[in-house]
């Protein structure tokens, strides 16, 4: 999800969780570590005129260690209410503590796979400001139409349908979303359409697929007036379909806008991080009634197919010869679908990389100065700085903005920390290689950079995210002696850093007072640092 100026921010975590934040966030309960999601299949039908939704989802999962009644929990978010709940086609009895549901299954042996049917209903939370409050989009189309989408990042996926909500269980083997909607309507959702069902009611039944495991808030749907742009892209693994779908009015400025922006930002993608991660479901861009979202071949596009931000001032020059939602959203598909964060916690990891992508497409768009402008002017007014990039773990909250920008910053920083851009380039391929499709956590990514980069960075990230400091760099010069340090940092805070007074030589500064000799350097001579370092300065003495 692309940062904006003045968005909603997220709370910050409160100084005590509360039960249901531990419910929705922990990954080691009881009633959770017993199972593995396997697959989800859906079937929805959203009613606009009383703004509800009915349906079910078939959870199949696998047991992984016996116990003689295990306790699963199931995840959805209230006012939704669960109906009935089916194994092997007899009720079982349920209760619910909020958002958890609680139901008790037969013994299981260890290794079996099982389906669990869950009914549900009621009126989902409705989302404001789509995507960040999260929640179910009614919508009209500048003809009065319905137009119905859902996001759900943020807040999770269980406040749209019955799920392990936890971001580290992702279904293995894919899952399948069924929307009925009215016949004079379209509906879209992630992966590959696999049939379109007349039903005698005056509905139709759309059921998409996905293949790949899908992470439970890239799961998503949209209902609308929609006309279908088939197009195609040859990239690293052969021939990718791609595919837009539109308002039925917007197609004849949507297609060929579409089609060479997506184009060339998936071109400048599998340049950077290796090759799209979900050649199987395809690509898909869906016009969408809110700014944007990542969910998982289905990207949500709103920018009104103009480079820039769609109703935001003061671009830079850069960021009006771009359209940076398609770029940012698009790039999630690598950070964010394909490696996901196992805990929201740590969703700098996804927003951060993305970040920093709009900043290599820029490069392979326009060339290296126009990306080093890009990136300094976006980076120009630092970030809020309140909270540590990583927030708590364990109760499904994150940082607020400051990941976004931040975590970007701090990777341009590792990046010219490194000074070898084949290491680098060779980090970020790699890193797609390794972690493909799975859940993973901040620390196992940074330690892969340090390994592949031959450079304990641990001091670095540490600070960066696991303290809102930002560290200032002192100095003082006298008798032809440059003395510094760096404070308002860790104790063992350490990051190797160039200035302007001791040129193209690094230097290693710690929290202790440090010289060296410099000829030609008097008391006067101000210090600069680039911009490529996140450091105040201050002279001192």
């Known amino acids: 999800m692309l940062a904006a100026v003045n968005a909603l921010a997220q709370s910050e975590p409160p100084n005590t969780p509360t039960r249901q934040d531990s419910l929705k966030g922990a990954a080691n309960l009881a009633t959770r570590t017993w199972w593995n999601v396997l697959h989800y299949n859906l079937t929805i039908q959203p009613d606009y005129l009383h703004k509800s939704i009915s349906g079910k989802n078939v959870i199949r999962y696998k047991v992984l260690s016996a116990h003689p009644s295990p306790t699963m929990q199931i995840d959805l978010r209230l006012p939704l209410q669960i109906d009935s709940i089916l194994f092997s086609n007899q009720k079982l009895p349920f209760r619910n503590e909020g958002d958890a549901w609680f139901v008790e299954l037969p013994g299981h042996k260890k290794h079996a796979i099982q389906d669990i049917t869950v009914y549900y209903s009621g009126q989902p939370k409705e989302s404001k400001k789509a995507p960040w409050d999260g929640g179910f989009v009614w919508s009209y189309d500048s003809l009065q139409r319905p137009w119905i989408s859902v996001a759900c990042q943020l807040i999770g996926a269980s406040v ?232 708590r773990y364990g109760i499904f909250a994150n940082a607020g903005d400051d990941m976004y920008l931040k975590g970007w910053i701090l990777i341009h920083m590792i990046k010219t920390i490194i000074n070898n851009d084949p290491v680098f380039e060779k980090i970020l391929k790699d890193m797609n290689r390794r972690f493909y499709h799975q859940v993973v956590t901040s620390k196992q990514i940074e330690d892969y950079i340090s390994k592949v980069a031959k450079m304990n960075l641990s001091k670095v990230f540490d600070q960066y995210l696991r303290t809102p400091q930002v560290p200032v760099f002192e100095y003082k010069v006298f008798d032809n002696q440059f003395h510094y340090r760096f404070s308002n940092c860790l104790p063992d805070f350490t990051m190797p850093i160039k200035t302007s007074l001791t040129k193209e030589k690094w230097i290693h500064p710690t929290s202790s007072w440090q010289k060296m000799k410099v000829n030609g350097v008097s008391s006067q001579d101000s210090l600069i640092i680039e911009k490529d370092f996140y450091v105040k300065v201050k002279k001192v003495g």
């Open 160 to 391: 749209w349908y019955p799920c392990k909500v936890h971001l580290g269980d992702e279904p293995d083997s894919g899952m399948s979303v069924s929307v009925i909607v009215p016949d004079s309507l379209v509906a879209v959702s992630n992966g590959r359409l696999q049939d379109i069902m007349q039903n005698k009611d005056g509905t139709s039944t759309y059921r998409w697929s996905v293949v790949n495991p899908i992470n439970n808030y890239g799961a998503t749907l949209y209902i609308g007036k929609y006309v279908h742009i088939p197009s195609s892209f040859e990239g690293e693994k052969g021939n990718l379909d791609v595919d837009f779908w539109v308002l039925d009015y917007n197609k004849p400025k949507a297609a060929g806008y579409l089609h060479y922006e997506v184009g060339r930002t998936l071109k400048a993608l599998e340049y950077w991080f290796g090759p799209y991660p979900f050649y199987e479901d395809g690509f898909k861009m869906v016009e969408a009634p809110y700014i944007g979202m990542e969910h998982q071949s289905a990207v949500a596009y709103g920018n009104q197919f103009t480079n820039g931000r769609n109703g935001f001032k003061n671009l830079s020059y850069w960021d009006k010869r771009v359209d940076r939602l398609i770029v940012h959203e698009s790039a999630h598909e690598w950070f964010g679908n394909s490696i996901t964060a196992s805990d929201p916690a740590d969703t700098w990891l996804q927003e951060g990389f993305t970040g920093y992508a709009e900043e290599l497409a820029m490069r392979s768009f326009y060339g290296e100065q126009a990306s080093r402008e890009f990136f300094i002017a976006r980076s120009a007014k630092g970030t809020g700085d309140k909270n540590p990039v990583i927030s």
